[in-house]
């Protein structure tokens, strides 16, 4: 019993030259009928090939799963876009906040260290000027030395 190459095409909505290129190439056919196929060739290549709607209806579904799987992909990496923009966003802004503490602390060091430099001086003053008046109790009071005077006056609490 044959199978006309009409109803195969239509069944699978395959061409007569695509089913019979195919039932050559999958069961090493050499001679191929005008009119069909036989029934056994024809229902092996019917589960080989499966019909045009079946297997219509499994590629849209797995369009449709590959579809949802980079949408979710997208997603994902927009998620992560915008994670990294928060954090990039607070790291600048921790970074000024490091940069205005390391300039007040840089200031703070000038500071005290011209602080510092006063109260060596004002502390050499006072070694000279003690040993200068004990010169001068030896000496009388002719030679006083000059009053002790501080170009930046310390504050207390400044």
Same mark, same amino acid.
């Given at each position: 019993?044959?199978?006309?190459?009409? +109803?195969?095409?239509?069944?699978?909505?395959?061409? +007569?030259? /695509?089913?019979?290129?195919?039932? /050559?190439?999958?069961?090493?056919?050499?001679?191929?009928?005008?009119?069909?196929?036989?029934?056994?060739?024809?229902?092996?290549?019917?589960?080989?090939?499966?019909?045009? #709607?079946?297997? !219509?209806?499994?590629?849209?579904?797995?369009?449709? *799963?590959?579809?949802?799987?980079? +949408?979710? #992909?997208?997603? *994902?990496?927009?998620?992560?876009?915008?994670?990294?923009?928060?954090?990039?966003? @607070?790291?600048?802004?921790?970074?000024?906040?490091?940069?205005? !503490?390391?300039?007040?602390?840089?200031?703070?060091?000038?500071?005290?260290?011209?602080?510092?430099?006063?109260?060596? @001086?004002?502390?050499?003053?006072?070694?000279?000027?003690?040993? *200068?008046?004990?010169?001068?109790?030896?000496?009388? #009071?002719?030679?006083?030395?000059?009053?002790?005077?501080?170009?930046? *006056?310390?504050?207390?609490?400044?």
């Amino acid at each position: 019993m044959v199978i006309q190459w009409e +109803k195969l095409a239509k069944i699978t909505g395959r061409s +007569k030259a /695509t089913l019979s290129f195919m039932a /050559t190439i999958l069961f090493d056919l050499t001679e191929i009928g005008e009119d069909g196929l036989d029934v056994d060739v024809a229902l092996k290549l019917l589960f080989k090939i499966g019909s045009f #709607e079946r297997s !219509q209806k499994v590629e849209i579904l797995e369009l449709s *799963q590959k579809l949802e799987s980079k +949408k979710d #992909e997208l997603l *994902q990496y927009a998620v992560s876009l915008e994670i990294v923009k928060a954090e990039r966003s @607070q790291l600048k802004d921790h970074i000024k906040s490091v940069e205005r !503490q390391s300039a007040a602390n840089a200031i703070r060091a000038e500071t005290a260290e011209t602080r510092l430099h006063e109260v060596t @001086q004002s502390f050499a003053y006072l070694i000279e000027r003690k040993s *200068q008046a004990d010169k001068i109790v030896n000496l009388g #009071e002719r030679n006083k030395p000059p009053p002790l005077l501080l170009v930046n *006056q310390i504050v207390p609490g400044a």
